[in-house]
């Protein structure tokens, strides 16, 4: 998958690979490296990059997320969506709304279906990663637009598993 980021203002573009469950091949302008990455708990990841190690602890939400690398924080964000809001006219909270997974990862269970009224929390997709399951949860009140999974799919962060339209 192809993901262009704004990190720290400045816009790079990747393509991730995944190798297995917990490794991936990531390209950029700057070169390929080989990332394993193992979560510690819902903050904290374990990153094995190019066979050394190191911990990241991330925070934020859906539309931004602060990254702290060995004491240097980054400030992440999908660029394209930033710019198809400007161009749009319309800020980034009032475009359409995706569920996807924080990391790569095999869908255990789709909990809704096209059509399905969710509110704010509601259950929409278990998925399962480094033998973790996480239930991803509706972010508002909405109609589920469209599925795009089914149980046994194997998919990265950024693809998305579940539309939701603003019933508002």
Do not use: W
């Not at 990190?7 to 690979?17: D, F, K």
């Not at 190798?19 to 070169?31: K, P």
């Amino acid at each position: 998958m192809k993901y262009n980021l704004a990190i720290n203002g400045a816009t790079r573009s990747y393509s991730v690979e995944a190798q297995a469950e917990d490794q991936l091949v990531v390209t950029s302008d700057s070169g390929e490296c080989q990332l394993e990455c193992r979560r510690i708990d819902t903050h904290h990841l374990r990153l094995i990059v190019d066979g050394v190690q190191t911990n990241a602890y991330i925070s934020g939400d859906a539309k931004a997320k602060e990254i702290l690398i060995n004491g240097v924080a980054y400030q992440v964000h999908d660029a394209d969506r930033q710019a198809q809001a400007a161009a749009s006219g319309r800020r980034a909270e009032e475009q359409p709304r995706e569920v996807t997974p924080p990391m790569p990862s095999v869908v255990v269970k789709v909990l809704v279906e096209e059509g399905q009224h969710v509110a704010r929390g509601d259950s929409l997709v278990v998925v399962s990663a480094m033998k973790m399951e996480t239930t991803l949860t509706a972010p508002f009140e909405a109609r589920v637009g469209r599925v795009n999974v089914a149980a046994g799919d194997k998919v990265m962060p950024g693809y998305i598993l579940i539309d939701l339209e603003d019933v508002s």
